[in-house]
Every structure is written in C-alpha cells, then in structure tokens.
C-alpha cells in the first residue's frame, strides 16, 4: 500500500513548476561515499555493514529557491552477523533517485524524494563463528527491488563539492535501512559548465542578480525600466521586445558581458549612446522601432556581428557606422524610401548579407568589391 502511495509523488515536482518567472538550467554531478546499512528484519541479529556507492546526477533549476534532482548510482548494502555462527550479507543495486531539493542561504540544501533501487546481485557469506575471513561468496535469494522515501541535507563545502547525508526508509521485511554519506562534485563548476540562469520577472531575477545570465522581459507591458537593470553585471543575453519602451537607462551600459540584445518592437527614437558602449555585443535586433538616428559612438561595438534595424526611420547612417569590421548580417528593411548608403559600406568586408529596400541608394559597384556578399531586396509596392 505504501509503495503505491510513493507513486504519485513522482508527478508532484512537475505539477509544481508550472511557472514562468525562471527558466531552467541544468547542473551536472559526479558523486560518492560510503552507505551505512542493515537489513530491516526482525527475525535476524544483525549489525550495520559499510559499503560504497558512486553515481552521476543531473539536476533542473526551477527557480533560485529550488530545483529537481535526478541521480543514477551504483551501490553495495549488506549486513552482518557475529552469533553462534558468523554470516554476511552483501548486495549490489542500481539505485535511481528523483528528489526535489530546496536551497537555504545558497549554502544548504533540503531534500524528500524516491529512490528505487535495482536488485543487481545478492550474495553471503557463512562461516563458523572462528573463522571471521573470507572472499568466497554465494548467491543468495530473498532479496528483491525495493523502492523508498529518501530523506537528505546538503551543506556547500566550496564552490566544486558539497557534502551530505541521505537516509532510506525501509518499506519492507527484506529491505535495507540505508544510511548514506555523500561527496557531491559539481561538474558546472569544475569544468566552468554554465548553466542556463534565466528570468522572465525582474524582481525574480533581483534576487541574485550577479547569478542571472538571460533576462527575458518580452510583452511584459513595460514603458520605463529603472537603473536596476545596471546589477546584472554577468548578463549575456537581454530581451525587452515587445513593450512601450521609449528610452532606455544609462546604466545599460554596465552590462559589459552582453553579447545579445532584443529592443525590438518598441518605441525607440534612436539607438541610445549607452548602447553604444557594450563591446563586447555580437547580436543586435531593433527592429521596428521609430529609429531615425544612430549615434557616431556605434563604432564603439567593434565585435557587432548581427545587426537588425528593420522597419524603422533611418535615412542616413553615421559616418563610423563604416567601422563596424565584423558585422556579416544587416538589415535595414522597410526605413526610409531616401535611404543612402554611402561607398564606406565596402570597407565591411566581413558582409555576407545585406536586406534593404530597392528603394534604397546604394553604391554601384557593391556587388565587386564583396563577390561574397548576398544582397537582398524589398519593393514596398508589391506590398
């Protein structure tokens, strides 16, 4: 009855995440220790036996708070016997783990979850009671699969690894207690795997604002947003489309680990200055805007690779806008019908591909001087 109870919880993790404040991200594990066991019997005298286990795991971040661990291990339990007669006992299992787990001060973690555990082989070994050594072991039946609520607490010793104890409740006669002492590595770190950190609230993402990594705050209604944005010092990826945005806060310009940023389908006047000064952006998208001016400072942006100014108000682009040396995607669809590129756009010799109206001035020998170039062009009359 109460392994079928176990069932059920398997869902509950899931049934809880259904939110949209955070996006998960996955950390990775190598973990091992020893299992402190003993049969759950009440017809034998037995005493705990020590044993070692090793394992991998995965674990999905759901929010800062906490995430849902799943872990692959392979293990050894047993007990033994000092009466008249000397026997131990000693088991082998694949153990699979689903446990969610719930993070205090970023330093301990709390967990309650299922662990079933594959009978892999079952073996003992009996001997008179003055014969306590031996290696010769015998297969043994009795034994079988077991599943079990698992119960654990993890404190973060350094960054790499933490430590933890785990206990499994016994459901059945045959069943092993089993007391585990783990060592967690975290892959993540040791390998400098990142993980997905990413938002889709801003007060969500404030919590930790140095851990955020992608921030999406698309249709959020948003008109104005303040300086907080300026704490994401580790951002790498921004997306604001699709709000009321007119400006944008100076203190954007923190944002130095920026390499992609979505302004699109605002209400944008020009491409702010503050922009201008992320270098390290290879991906810019603002499209359908009302952008008619784009400051000198845009030269500022030297790693710019992609670039989207679709259907905005552009007649002109600035002088240094030329320097742009690694830009290889350039959109400038649907601007103004004056629009005039002038002869410096040869010197972007990393183009690959330009979208612009026909209406658009360009050089006449574009096409020469960048055989690799693909030009692409809109007629707004088919339109």
Known sequence: MMKKLLFPLLFLPFALCAQQDFEPGFRYGLHGGLNASKIFSDSLAVQTAFYPFVGVSVSREFSPHWNMYL??????RGSTNETAHYFKLRNSYIDIQLLPQFNFWDILKIEAGIQYSILASAKYIYLDKDQKSGSNYSATKGFSNQIEPILGVHLRVLESFDFGVRYSVPLEKSDY???QMVLNLNLNKIFNIESSHSYRKLSKALVKPLEVKKLILRNADVSQLNKDIGKFLNLEELDISNNKLTTLPADIEKLVNLDKLNISDNQLKEIPASVCKLT???????ANNAI???PNEIDSMRKLNRLNLENNKIALLPLNFYLLKNLAYLNLLKNQATLVIESDIMKLGALRELRIDK???LPANIGSSNPNLKIEFYNPSNQ
């Open 292 to 294: 008619s001016f784009i």
């Open 359 to 361: 209406t658009a001035k």
């Open 71 to 76: 872990g692959l291990q392979y293990s050894y």
């Open 280 to 286: 390290n952006l290879l991906n810019l998208n603002a």
């Open 177 to 179: 207690s089993n007391f």
